[in-house]
């Protein structure tokens, strides 16, 4: 029978108190442990109330952040299908969250904007996401806050194109 670790130490998982030397610096464990903590604010706080997707969270933001955005180009930043892409649109569309408006400079291509309901959404998650989030990883300071951060995004730019 597996014997039990009995103290907590950074050396075990969190829940369960397993040893875990060789996952302790493995980036991509760490990451997954991580998720869990996030997945479970986000499903609190916007799966659940507001009805939304990670994805769909991703792309109202993306888009508040961008008016005029393309599909494409919302396919290539979250490294999905355009077809995909197309769904999540059609979707936010139908709940009155984005609006599509044919561009000048190319009656082929699509912009989109949020809606007055859209912005209000992703105001009120991003709010609350903040909020929860800041709470979970109480135990760093603010500059290892944004330590974190800005390292999980250099992390997250090494994708490079067609990867």
Known sequence: MPRKAHSSSPDQTPRGHLAEPELHNILGYQLAQATVVTNH????????????????????????????????????????????????????????????????????????????EGQAAVARCVAALHTAEQEAIDTLSGAERAMLIELLHKVARARKAGR
């Open 41 to 116: 604010i986000f499903k609190r706080l916007v799966a659940t109330p507001e009805s939304l997707s990670k994805v769909e969270f991703s792309l109202l933001s993306l888009v508040r952040s961008n008016p005029d955005v393309s599909a494409k180009q919302l396919s290539q930043a979250l490294a999905m299908t355009p077809p995909n892409i197309a769904m999540w649109l059609d979707k936010l569309e139908a709940r009155g969250w984005v609006a599509r408006t044919r561009s000048t400079q190319d009656a082929r291509v699509q912009l989109l904007r949020l809606t007055d």
